[in-house]
């Protein structure tokens, strides 16, 4: 199994980022996918997910109406559109999957993902 996340870069405050997950070694289609995030000297902590065909998405509330889900599941990516992104949102953005629950369930523990991406770094300047 491998995710493999993209994308991260240096930004000012306002602009945009798009993130990419390529994921590999699973049936992608199957798993629901979300992003999580980690800033230095915090926990991880949720920020949006997808469900296995795309219909559903869920979003912490503190990127709600800036980020955008979004899946592929003929080329197994999922992608998350950063927009007017806030200093607040500098940290190592992960990838992952889970095969067993809801998109509900896995933006209350990241415990519950099955799967792992190795993290790319989001910073963003004020």
């Known amino acids: 199994v491998q995710l493999q996340a993209s994308g991260g870069g240096l930004v000012q405050a306002g602009g945009s980022l798009r993130l990419s997950c390529a994921a590999s070694?699973?049936?992608?289609?199957?798993?629901?996918m979300a992003w999580f995030r980690q800033a230095p000297g915090k926990e991880r902590e949720f920020v949006s997910a997808?469900?296995?065909?795309?219909?559903?998405?869920f979003y912490a509330d503190s990127v709600k109406g800036r980020f955008t889900i979004s899946r592929d599941n003929a080329k197994s990516s999922v992608d998350l559109q950063m927009n007017s992104l806030k200093p607040e949102d500098t940290a190592v953005y992960y990838c992952?999957?889970?095969?067993?629950?809801?998109?509900?369930?896995?933006?209350?523990?990241?415990?519950?993902?099955?799967?792992w991406g190795q993290g790319t770094l989001v910073t963003v300047s004020s």
């Open positions: 070694g699973f049936i992608f289609s199957q798993y629901a």
């Open positions: 997808i469900s296995w065909s795309g219909s559903s998405t």
């Open positions: 992952a999957a889970d095969g067993d629950n809801t998109i509900a369930t896995m933006s209350r523990s990241a415990r519950v993902m099955d799967h």
